[in-house]
């Protein structure tokens, strides 16, 4: 028995079990039995021609498969402990299927990582009873996939480590998927996550690590990625695999997607970097009608990272602006509300609004809420919002400032005056963040406004609005001060 093995045997201190390690550099999987003090090998291969065979032959239960790609991308991570139970006939000497549970953690050993597990059966299985968890906080429960917190280590991980070549970052989102919800319910909501959750496991393979971010957001990191047609390939394939879903329950009323895609090495070395770029090149493939991909080229889209904080203002362009760009329009938006320059504005919210990809930005302004401008007069009556805003209880709706109603079909029972009042403005999404004077007093409003049916604010669209707003008040705090 090698010197590996003895420690593996040693730390795991648990000789009646089946024991494993895998070499994270090398890719080497050992199985084995340990039998007075003799290693007795099931398995001693390379561990992606291992996990292949195992599926091959049917030695895992078919209901428990995607815990057991789980378990096999989870080894490879190296980045973290975990338990799996699945059934499957892998370690049972009669081939027989048996319930197994599996515990493994990362460690080092000469200077090399690798990952240490223990295995064994907890007892034999009839097929009635299907036991699907996982100890600990590293898979999410309803696909099967890594959590939040899990591929979020592993991407960083990934991502950061100069050995390892080009991979892509990939954020994928589904489509009004609210709108899923609300007209088929929550429980085939959830059945539709699990079935995208298997086509992007299907697809990406052995070839990346998946997870899902929160509600139908997910995110890829893609191995070898040097090739775009080959991003192009596999991100294709997803995206065409989802319309297929369901078709005897949903007709031509399609599942679809919109993936924005980053990638190390050319983007950034930075996972944050890249996970941003990536949120961006979503946030532009959902402006662009969704059911697609964007691929992020900053000679396309943009800088979205940058030092250079003396940018030109590009007015009447096309140019995505990145968030130094913002920065910048927001202070000068503030000046110009405060030193009274205001045939400025309606050019700076155009800037601003096609930035953001809104369809409208509109600034009120003093005690009796005065419209200084609007991004898009033609879409707008001036005189509507002064009626409401005079009523106190509106601003009840605002929380920490903010007031955001991403469908007003949602608010229709709840608030059906609110509601009336947007439907006559021909709003469908909006958001609206209060300024206030140095005493705390409202004295301004910013509102942001979707008028196309079915489209809303992404996240990322949600916190660069409300960025924007706290620099425009802070810029009028400071200058009122002075």
Request: with cysteine; charged share 30%; aromatic share 8%.
């Given at each position: 028995m090698n010197e590996l093995s003895k420690f593996a045997k040693d730390f795991i201190s648990l000789s009646e079990n089946a024991m494993f390690y895998y070499n994270c550099e090398s890719n080497e999987f050992r199985l084995f039995w340990i039998n007075y003090d003799r290693m007795v090998d099931i398995a001693n291969m390379d561990f992606d021609e291992w996990e292949d065979e195992a599926l091959a032959e049917n030695k895992?239960?078919?209901?428990?498969?995607?815990?057991?790609?789980?378990?096999?991308?989870?080894?490879?991570s190296c980045i973290a402990k975990g338990t799996y139970t699945f059934h499957s006939s892998l370690i049972s000497p009669d081939d027989s299927i048996v319930s197994c549970k599996v515990s493994f953690v990362p460690k080092k050993f000469d200077d090399a990582q690798y990952v240490l597990g223990e295995w064994h059966i907890i007892s034999e299985y009839n097929g009635d009873t299907i036991e699907h968890y996982t100890k600990g906080s590293y898979v999410d429960p309803l696909t099967g996939m890594f959590n939040q917190k899990s591929i979020v280590e592993y991407a960083r991980k990934r991502l950061e480590n100069t050995n390892f070549g080009q991979s892509a970052l990939i954020l994928l989102n589904l489509d009004d998927f609210s709108r899923i919800n609300s007209i088929y319910?929550?429980?085939?909501?959830?059945?539709?996550?699990?079935?995208?959750?298997?086509?992007?496991?299907?697809?990406?393979?052995?070839?990346?690590?998946?997870?899902?971010?929160?509600?139908?957001?997910?995110?890829?990191?893609?191995?070898?990625?040097?090739?775009?047609?080959?991003?192009?390939?596999?991100?294709?394939?997803?995206?065409?695999?989802?319309?297929?879903?369901?078709?005897?329950?949903?007709?031509?009323?399609?599942?679809?997607?919109s993936m924005g895609i980053s990638r190390s090495r050319m983007n950034s070395n930075i996972y944050e970097e890249l996970y941003k770029i990536?949120?961006?090149?979503?946030?532009?493939?959902?402006?662009?009608?969704?059911?697609?991909?964007?691929?992020?080229k900053p000679e396309m889209h943009g800088q979205i990272l940058s030092d250079n904080f003396e940018m030109e203002y590009n007015i009447g362009t096309d140019k995505v602006y990145s968030d130094i760009d913002l920065y910048k329009t927001a202070t000068l938006l503030a000046k110009v509300v405060a030193d009274g320059t205001r045939e400025r504005l309606p050019s700076l919210l155009e800037q601003l609004t096609r930035a953001l990809m809104f369809d409208r930005v509109t600034i009120f302004w003093g005690k009796n809420f005065e419209m200084l401008a609007t991004s898009n007069p033609e879409l707008y009556d001036a005189d509507v919002y002064p009626q409401i805003l005079d009523n106190g209880y509106y601003f009840d709706m605002f929380s920490d400032e903010m007031l955001l109603i991403r469908n007003i079909n949602l608010i229709k029972g709840s608030m059906p005056d609110v509601y009336k009042f947007l439907q006559e403005l021909g709003i469908s999404s909006t958001m609206q963040h209060l300024l206030r004077d140095k005493n705390g007093a409202i004295f301004g409003l910013i509102i942001a406004d979707e008028c196309q049916e079915n489209r809303t604010f992404p996240q990322i669209a949600v916190q660069t609005f409300s960025f924007i707003c706290k620099i425009i008040n802070s810029v009028l705090l400071n200058t009122e001060a002075s």
């Open positions: 895992v239960a078919d209901e428990d498969v995607s815990i057991f790609k789980i378990f096999c991308n989870s080894i490879k319910g929550h429980k085939f909501g959830d059945r539709v996550l699990q079935s995208v959750a298997e086509v992007i496991r299907g697809v990406i393979g052995s070839n990346g690590v998946e997870g899902r971010m929160a509600g139908d957001e997910f995110m890829i990191i893609l191995n070898d990625a040097d090739d775009e047609l080959i991003v192009r390939n596999y991100v294709r394939a997803i995206k065409t695999n989802i319309t297929t879903l369901f078709p005897e329950i949903l007709g031509d009323d399609k599942i679809t997607c990536a949120e961006r090149a979503l946030y532009i493939a959902k402006q662009k009608g969704k059911n697609r991909y964007v691929i992020y």
